[in-house]
Antibody, heavy 114, light 107 residues
Framework: QVQLQQPGAELVKPGAPVKLSCKAS????????MNWVKQRPGRGLEWIGR????????HYNQKFKGKATLTVDESSSTAYMQLSSLTSEDSAVYYC???????WGQGTLVTVSA | DIKMTQSPSSMYASLGERVTITCKAS??????LSWFQQKPGKSPKTLIY???RLVDGVPSRFSGSGSGQDYSLTISSLEYEDMGIYYC?????????FGGGTKLEIK
């Protein structure tokens, strides 16, 4: 069955970067754009951007340009999102979602703390 | 950016009651709208796409309607398992934008 596997949690120091992964299985990875979504505790959902795994074309929410960088490794069917210069505002759950948001990962909780 | 105004932000309803949640876009989004349900500690689950198309496996008590700027999600007869937070999403233009969410609780 379709799965998007994400690590459960990452603890990161302020100012440091983090690279989140999303490993796809059960469908053809290159067939659908991979989206990334942010959810801060008790808050709603924010779209960060998306990447086409077949050619790495990207679209970003202007709000996250310079903060998030999306990449893929087609050989391992894995999408990545690197977040730079982390602050407390970046503490959130980050989801990957594919096939027009039909498939969702379980989310990675990123905690920014010294 | 397209603003999605969702209402109500929270509501209580009784089992068996008909429930309607609405989303208004700041411009015409050509029915490129999805509805999601999210339960505590879980990732969102897609219920409806393209405004009115039910995702396979989603109970038929859920339905979507609307066009232009105005859309709604209806639960025809509320069941206990329908508790959660509901979000709309427009995917007509970049950036994709979500509604603020509707927290649905059982009375």
């Amino acid at each position: 069955q379709v799965q998007l596997q994400q690590p459960g949690a990452e603890l990161v120091k302020p100012g440091a970067p983090v690279k989140l992964s999303c490993k796809a299985s059960g469908y053809t990875f290159t067939s659908y754009w991979m989206n990334w979504v942010k959810q801060r505790p008790g808050r709603g959902l924010e779209w960060i951007g998306r990447i086409d795994p077949s050619d790495s074309e990207t679209h970003y929410n202007q709000k996250f340009k310079g903060k998030a960088t999306l990449t893929v490794d087609e050989s391992s069917s894995t999408a990545y999102m690197q977040l730079s210069s982390l602050t407390s505002e970046d503490s959130a759950v980050y989801y990957c979602a594919s096939r027009y948001f039909a498939y969702w990962g379980q989310g990675t909780l990123v905690t920014v703390s010294a | 950016d397209i603003k999605m105004t969702q209402s109500p932000s929270s509501m209580y309803a009784s089992l068996g009651e008909r429930v309607t949640i609405t989303c208004k876009a700041s411009q015409d989004i050509n029915s490129y709208l999805s509805w999601f349900q999210q339960k505590p500690g879980k990732s969102p689950k897609t219920l409806i796409y393209r405004a009115n198309r039910l995702v396979d496996g989603v109970p038929s008590r859920f339905s979507g309607s609307g066009s232009g700027q105005d859309y709604s999600l209806t639960i025809s007869s509320l069941e206990y398992e329908d508790m959660g937070i509901y979000y709309c999403l427009q995917y007509d233009e970049f950036p994709r934008t979500f509604g603020g969410g509707t927290k649905l609780e059982i009375k």
